[in-house]
């Protein structure tokens, strides 16, 4: 503890409304979005008045601790002010520059599943259904409801850096000692996720009919595919992507485009 | 019908904000939901927006940017459905097929953005290294404000600059190439699964992805509630357990330094 | 049809020892399965009895006193259902709706008496502690016999008693409130569940909670044995699990006291 | 092994007959059941013969074991024989006091959810559904299966309460050992049976549609709430309910009384 | 139509190759796929054979000789429901049900052999324990030697010897007892999983066989994937589980064996 | 070490190509296929040249070899040459005879309710229903795509016992640290499927119906089984023969015998 106290021996504390700001703030964290490091340069920006406020009138502290902050991350945004809220205690409390990196680059991508899951998978499917349920009918209760909807998860990012916030203060020791066993946890649920997230998403219908005989066809896709497993070729598609992304470090860009181009080449000879 | 000028540029107006919005992921004004009512009131036919509003959001449920991919462009969906829609006098339905290019072609001009921003980069890590936060913030900003006016500029264009040969474009386009890009759209969530997967998944994660993908093909349900159920009921499952086992393994480490240990060349 | 003194008797005694049976939940004669065909019986129309016995134990099936829960009153819903099909004349079915009121009576005075026969809890105590067995026997045993004669009072009244005004009660019940009380008998058994949940639930008990609830939401079957098979199969992996645990555990404290320990305030 | 001998030096022993009894016995459970200890009473009743064989003329002894067995209990009753059969075996053998109890109340809850589970909403709905189609066709086969079926799990007691003594006398210093696993997979197998049994049982339908142009409506129940998940208003009712009981002491009658006016208001509003 | 001598002897021939393949379960040429389509090809009509293939393949798809039980054959009946369509002129969906018998008769013979083979197992014992392995191998394979005569001798008996007894006999028997032997082989890999569990089935994977039961009666679908990927991931949970288990255990052992353990007879 | 060299001074190595050899010769497996011992004697004839080439001139050792490989093993077919290579390695590298026959028949069991379950329950079905599709159309290409996939996994039987051989070669000692909790995840895996294949593949279907009252009757199956558990009578029965087959020690032929003649009589009784 003395050791720590020396080696920062002025960090500011946030206020209350720091940590709200700070969740307002986490807007940003897209700002400069890039394929080089995604959101690492909006992130930055967004912890930029909490870091002044706790390194004070250390510069030195502020450059490093900016620096630290500009490595690659790609996170959910609504699961980005829960881990700014966290980074915020533990910087303030003066934790070793590893331990905040490391929880940083530990948590992102479960939190990214798990936020793309529960926002984009969920929640999103869940208010688009019943407001056009209303829309279809001319009914501006749709439009309206989804508004309000998405200016309430807006406004939540205050809470949830502030929880990020006090689950950081109150429990700082046992985040040291539990992180992994928290990042595992979290992996287990984005995994789970992210595999029924391929099943429901990601779709794909091969459309060739091989003629049997006159006037009869058998459908690659109904009989042959669809009586292996469902879903097997978006399955076959994400792991290779998946194997290209991290063993060959195909960029994701490339990725795309071939999809793309894979998607018109197959549509025009009729297969897809 | 004919779209004024003032009309237009309202739109473009409209077309900077939810631009921004989108690529914040702010207040989602950027979905279709929102995107056609506002140009349905611009065009003075509400009504026209809202309809289209519930047909388009429904379109468009899939197409998402997670892990860092770019869908179809929501908004220029939107728009265009509408503003096709009012000055064709086409059914929405029909409409969003046609708007779909528009789409395509703001998802093109993003994907460019995401790859030349990365310029930016080394600059702001000068600027850090130095600690120059008043200059970081307006060189990470700069992003933002050159995407919200290319947003108003392509949709003014679209909207009103180019009716007439946009028209003939729209109807010269193959159907071979508008269902390609469908195609396209509904497999690119592969790959930002895929990068999810790349910073999560190790040998011991396979068989949560297994369950969760099984559970998926097998339970019949509008969205992934039941999926992420089972995920955060096996995620309990493994955190006590996880605890249990850090918590025997300290007490482990204890006994171990107890026994004041010369032998330790055995111990993993 | 017209039910006779002596059938009406008859009716009271039998409801004496099903409401007796009910109390003890014993050998579940007070199920309207046998209830109606008693009822039936008595009243010399076995066939009228037994084909409203299925109907009615249908309608209760869900209804059930878990937990400490009172549910409508299934020997009341049976005696009445085949006592007002024989006397009004109207279908079993329609019968069943028309005893729900005597059926909620009768529940409301089983609450009051779960609530009145606290008072006997001091004196058993008292009892208790000087061994009194005999006097403990006797008083333990007093709200079975409170209990079956307020079944035959009541049923009589019913029955026999009170065969016109009832009919017209029933008859002026307004719709909103029935529904009402069958409505309450479906949610119910969340008090029952609530209570089991109180004496169960820790933390690390809710992923199968979760499990369970799930598994009920999306498999279509009759019974609870798929959930339940599923629950033993969760439940024996932990067994066999936590066996292990326990093992080690015990290996780890021999461990940890052959090392005859000066550091041991570090363990847990 | 000695100090227990000094203890309790003249302790009896129950013949088969005697367990037998006591399942026989098992019956008297809910003879006084009430609201502020349950079938603690019937429970005791049930257990005095069996007592007093066991501890004979030491009166001090059953004083004080007919008053630990006054304790609130509430299990299914036909767990309770063998819960009855088990304590039976503890004491017999003289264990102490506190391990008789802490058994007993470790395990009522456990054996109250799995016993509801087999026998209310397993066997019952079978036993009902089977009976029913014979019974609605007017066969007097329904009603005496029926009344077969239930003879036979009355007389079951005394098998029941037998497994559980000998299962004590057999295993006492095994189960002293694992009482605390063997609850723990019975907390497991309970609370994943309540699930399924919130899912089952409880039922609430919103009948409340919103209209939103003429001729068109949009119903709350399943357009709304369906859609979020299913029996979801059963499971957040059961959670309130829960919470009120655990966290804010509300009784049991009171969440009834409450549950019945709110049924027939909202039945009155036409919510429900 | 009439088979001829010579289709006799190719039939015959054939009847050798796939008996032997199924004996061995080599190339699966054994299954009515390939069986009936030869057949119709030697008959000179091959598409009788092919279609008959489709519809004798699916009927015998779940009978396996899995665990070492003998199901109905599937090369008699393939044979045999070709040759009877070619001579009777029935379909060949009605001909699987009369080539049944023939099929049943020559899985009673192997499953004679399974029996008779059994004394040839001392005389090898003899020559393994001299090392005699040219005397060995030459035994060993005898029974397939066997095993290939008897299909062609059956066979041919069957296709070309006794058409027209066989005739009569098939439309004698009566239609309990070919339903019985149907019954019989739908029951029968009862006994090979019985076989494999007795191999495989300890107290500790009861709760996988009733998650792999439970999981196959609900999740409705064409083959077994869906359960063996639920088991893939069962099996990987607890492949990581034992292996952390079996990593502390040996750190466990490292600390004890350190502690110089004079009181050891506590540890298990 | 030292010690295993003075033991197998002069142990051979196999060839790729041998080990090759070997898969192909795994079609002996079940050439003296009987009751007594299964596929022993099969597996034997086909180990031989391997063991003539690892034990070269120990005719002791060869003969050591070939007696322990007649033990009583039964497996499938596609997961024979994968154990075979094992063995060969561990062989090879002069591994223990206890070890080397305690894994083979540790894990016949497990790879054969595996391998089953993916050749016999998986593939099979698989590519019959696709074919049959083709052939009930008349299409050769039913028969032979049939053909095809079969030839391929024949020779399939090369690669899968060369796997067997390197896993032995490179993880020997790994395999014999680990043997355990390979076969007990090869059980758990094999005990899921066997349960799934019960469900699927074991079909009793009852007859009966109860009369009544005039032209009203009551299926048992549908009215009575299907109630209380789908398939409740095929895991019965499997559970009766594995109780008969592991407590009684009764023989599978007759249990075979037994099941015929059951049906047969169930089926004139007009039961099944
Ligand atoms: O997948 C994580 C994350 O990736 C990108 O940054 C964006 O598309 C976000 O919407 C998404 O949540
Ligand atoms: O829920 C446990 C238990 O609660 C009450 O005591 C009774 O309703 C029993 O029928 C029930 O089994
Ligand atoms: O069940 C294991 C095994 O048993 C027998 O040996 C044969 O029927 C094989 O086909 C099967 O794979």
Redesign the interface.
Known sequence: MESKQSETPTRGKLTKHDVGMLGIRS????????????Q???W??AM?PSL?KIYKDD??G??NA??S??QFI?TN?YAAPLLMGLEASLEENGEKRSTIDGLRIAL???L??IG???T???I???V????????????????LI??LV??A??FARIPIARLGYTTGTKAISKIR??S???S?????????????????????TVKTK?P??AG?T?SIQT??FD?????IL??G??FL??W???KKNVS??M??LV??I???????L?V? | MQVTLMQGLLIGLFAIISGIDFWWEGFYIFRPMIVCTITGLILGNITLGIVAAGLTELAFAGLTPVGGTQPPNPIMAGIMTVVLAYTTGKSPATAIGLALPFSILMQYIILFYYSAFSVLTKKLDTYAEKGGTKRFTNLALLPTWIVGLTYGIIAFLCVYGAQGPMKSLVNAMPVWLSHGFEIAGSILPAVGFGLLLKSMLKARYVPYLLIGFTAACFIKFGNLMPVAIIGVALALIEYNRSKKDAENEKKLKTAMENSNGGDDEDGI
């Open positions: 807007i940003f964290n897209q700002s400069a979005m890039n394929y080089e490091r995604m690492a340069d909006g930055t920006l930029i002044k510069k030195k502020l450059a900016m620096k902050n500009l790609n945004n992102f991508g479960p990214a599943g793309d899951a529960i984009w998978f969920t999103l499917p869940i688009a259904g019943i407001t056009a349920s209303f829309a279809k009918q001319g009914s501006i209760l749709g439009p989804f508004f998405y200016v998860m807006f000692e539990n992994a066993i928290v595992h946890a979290a992996s287990v649920l984005g995994c789970t996720v992210i595999g029924g997230l391929i099943a429901t998403y990601v779709q794909i091989i049997v005989t009869h058998i009989q042959f009586r292996i497993f469902p879903n978006p399955l598609y994400t992507l998946y290209l992304l991290k994701p860009v990725l795309i999809t793309f894979l998607a018109i080449v197959l549509s025009w009729g897809l």
